[in-house]
């Protein structure tokens, strides 16, 4: 089955395909040392989370496990059903909400709020990509902070590959077949799974921000400050940066 670029995130069928691969037992592991340094970046210790595209809770949960009140909102019924098995296994409480990150908006509400592993970019319009950080800065107290994660247009150029692929035991084969587009202001992605003999291709396009192209998004839609690193341990946004992660305040 050969699914198209546009629209690709409502598509339940790409993310029951791909969970596996995006999403593996070592990457909640990693995140569970993330949510740390996401406090230590932002400096918020306590008070309301939103953790928006949250996908199956990797962040989510152990914030909520660190005494934050957190909410949870993803588009993807699949990926929340996730989240809640999750958080059940963990005791945790989370706020979980099935929304489109275009819509979500709750005013003056999160003291942090954070949006992780490039789940950002994936609209057509970019009016649309900016309404979503509106939606971000609006639903933030004053003084709040907003902590976002995704890999850079500097990083990408620096490390692409046209092609890749991931096989996992007992789960089946992944190809990737990338390029940019569009000036390189998009990424276009071709991912292949293939199990049991069986083929399913989606395409996936989506915007890719350089630092520079990041701050200055952030900084009209309200943003006061906004510090980037080159990791959520802090390093400088540098040429060994590794991924793109920007801390705004609403000031």
Request: hydrophobic share 40%.
């Amino acid at each position: 089955m050969d699914k198209a670029a546009t629209d690709w995130y409502e598509d339940e069928a790409f993310w029951r395909a791909g969970f596996p691969f995006m999403f593996p037992e070592s990457s909640f592991e990693d995140a569970r040392e993330q949510a740390g340094q996401i406090i230590e970046r932002s400096g918020v210790e306590r008070g309301a989370v939103l953790d928006l595209c949250c996908g199956p809770g990797r962040f989510a949960i152990p914030l909520a496990l660190k005494g934050f009140k957190v909410t949870g909102v993803d588009r993807t019924p699949f990926l929340l059903d996730h989240a809640r098995e999750y958080a059940a296994r963990e005791l945790a409480k989370v706020e979980w909400v099935e929304s489109d990150m275009r819509r979500f908006s709750r005013p003056d509400s999160f003291d942090l709020a954070i949006n992780m592993y490039t789940s950002f970019g994936f609209f057509d319009d970019p009016a649309d990509n900016s309404l979503v950080l509106e939606n971000i800065y609006g639903s933030l107290k004053r003084g709040g902070v907003f902590v976002f994660e995704a890999a850079g247009k500097e990083i990408l150029a620096r490390v692409f590959e046209a092609t890749g692929s991931t096989e996992i035991k007992g789960v089946g084969l992944s190809i990737q077949r990338r390029r940019a587009i569009d000036d390189w202001s998009r990424m276009e992605n071709e991912w292949i799974f293939i199990k049991d003999g069986m083929a399913e291709t989606f395409r996936l396009r989506h915007w890719i921000y350089s630092g520079h192209e990041l701050r200055k998004m952030l900084e009209s839609v309200g943003f006061g400050t906004v510090n980037l690193y080159g990791d959520l341990a802090g390093m400088p946004y540098g040429p060994s940066a590794k991924r793109l992660v920007a801390v705004a305040t609403k000031t």
